[in-house]
């Protein structure tokens, strides 16, 4: 049952924290993705990955940092750094980089007190 | 400054009648759309797409119309459930090199009453 799983679905932290956000797909897909949605807003992209061992930097990426070692996964830590990190934070990943159809994970719901 | 516009924030419609969204763009460059229909806290799910070649793309109930002279797309939901009612995500994107990310719409909410 092929897919993405981010975990987990909500998410409470302390200001000042750095809070990691996990993603993994199972899809074999290339390229994978990090958005931020707020409330009336669309989607706006924090990084990206398009192959293993390699991402960029997105719209927003100040105070967020990734990784991508494996395939299969792409961890986006939220930083103190970052200054209002509240958000619903998705994961998304395609076959590569050029195809434009993406695939998303559930969702977390990141709150900060 | 938005390159994707979705004007409507929201939209009520009858169960069985037609819903049209609506989806305006400023880049001339863009040369495939999608659209994606996200329930709350949930991830989008990808519902139909159009390339610029064509002006029409039909799935089911689902259908997208692209008119790029006026660098505007609709997709219309014929017949409206009450199942449709979710925020739908218009999205664009464009051949810049290797660079093909995707500019996302505000979303369109939809109610569909029974």
């Known amino acids: 049952d092929g897919g993405i799983t981010q975990s987990p679905k909500y998410l409470f932290r302390k200001e000042g924290q750095n809070v990691t956000l996990s993603c993994e797909q199972n899809?074999?897909?290339?390229?994978m993705y990090w958005y931020r949605q707020d409330p009336g807003q669309g989607l706006r992209l924090i990084y990206y990955?398009?192959?293993?061992?390699?991402?960029q930097k997105g719209d927003i990426a100040e105070g967020y940092s990734v990784s991508r070692e494996k395939k299969e996964s792409f961890p986006l830590t939220v930083t103190s750094a970052q200054k209002n990190p509240t958000a619903f934070y998705l994961c998304?990943?395609?076959?590569?980089?050029?195809?434009?159809?993406?695939?998303f994970g559930p969702g977390t719901r990141l709150t900060v007190l | 400054d938005q390159q994707v516009k979705q004007n409507s924030p929201s939209l009520s419609v009858q169960e069985g009648r037609i819903s049209i969204l609506n989806c305006d763009y400023t880049?001339?460059?863009?040369?495939?759309f999608l659209w994606y229909k996200k329930y709350p806290a949930e991830g989008p799910t990808f519902l139909i797409s159009?390339?610029?070649i064509k002006d029409k793309n039909e799935d089911g109930r689902f259908t997208v119309f692209l008119n790029k002279s006026a660098k505007h797309l609709s997709l219309h939901i014929v017949p409206s459930q009450p199942g449709d009612s979710a925020v739908y995500f218009c999205?664009?994107?464009?051949?810049?090199?290797?660079?093909?990310?995707?500019?996302w719409g505000l979303g369109t909410s939809l109610a569909v009453n029974p």
């Open positions: 899809l074999n897909h290339d390229a």
């Open positions: 990955s398009q192959i293993v061992n390699d991402f």
């Open positions: 159009i390339s610029s």
């Open positions: 999205a664009a994107s464009a051949d810049a090199g290797n660079n093909r990310k995707l500019i």
């Open positions: 880049n001339s460059m863009f040369d495939y």
């Open positions: 998304a990943s395609s076959p590569s980089f050029s195809t434009d159809t993406q695939y």
